[in-house]
């Protein structure tokens, strides 16, 4: 199994026990984690579960959409 399916199921697994806003909270927070993910393995990490999510990912992100300018801090 692929690295982004194992990522992205065990982020499923995960929301599937906090339920916590409404129904479009819940999708909305869906679909970012998966995107997240997604973008992810698109920069070269090959992190499988969502409990091996570092500090240095979160960088790796950051950075990654500073780039495609989907953030809106540009300090």
């Known amino acids: 199994m692929a690295a982004k399916h194992q990522l992205q199921q065990s982020i499923y697994h995960l929301l599937k026990h906090n339920r ?19 973008d992810l393995v698109m920069s070269g990490y090959k992190l ?11 960088y790796c992100l950051n ?7 989907l953030t809106k801090c540009n300090d």
């Not at 916590?20 to 997604?38: H, M, N, V």
């Not at 950075?63 to 300018?69: A, D, M």
Request: no cysteine; charged share 25%.
């Open 63 to 69: 950075e990654f959409w500073r780039t495609k300018q």
């Open 20 to 38: 916590d806003g409404s129904f479009e909270t819940q999708q909305a927070r869906k679909s970012i984690l998966f995107q997240a993910a997604a």
């Open 48 to 58: 499988r579960n969502v409990q091996g999510l570092k500090q240095k990912h979160i």
